[in-house]
C-alpha cells in the first residue's frame, strides 16, 4: 500500500504527532534522501496525512491532527 520511504515518514510524523519537523530532521531521522523526500511529503500533505508548513525557506511537516486516521 505504501512505498518504504512513505512508511518511514509517515511512522515519524504519527508516532510524535504533536511534533513539527524540519525536511532535513525527517532526512536524518529516516534515511530517505532530501529528494525523495520532498516528493514523499508532497504527495502525503496532497493527501491530507500531515501539515506542511513553510517558515521562509525551510519547510516543517507535521501529524495532521484533522485527519480520519489520526485518531
Given amino acids: 500500500m505504501f512505498s518504504p520511504y512513505r512508511y518511514r515518514v ?3 510524523l504519527f508516532l ?3 511534533e513539527e519537523f524540519h525536511v532535513r530532521e525527517l532526512e536524518r531521522m529516516t534515511g530517505v534522501s532530501a529528494g525523495s523526500l520532498h516528493r ?3 504527495t502525503i500533505a496532497e493527501s491530507g496525512l500531515l501539515i506542511r508548513k513553510k517558515a ?5 511537516c507535521q501529524a495532521n491532527p484533522d ?3 489520526h485518531a
Fill in 40 to 42: 514523499e511529503l508532497k
Fill in 67 to 69: 485527519c480520519s486516521i
Fill in 10 to 12: 509517515l511512522a515519524r
Fill in 56 to 60: 521562509g525557506n525551510p519547510v516543517f
Fill in 16 to 18: 510524535h504527532p504533536d
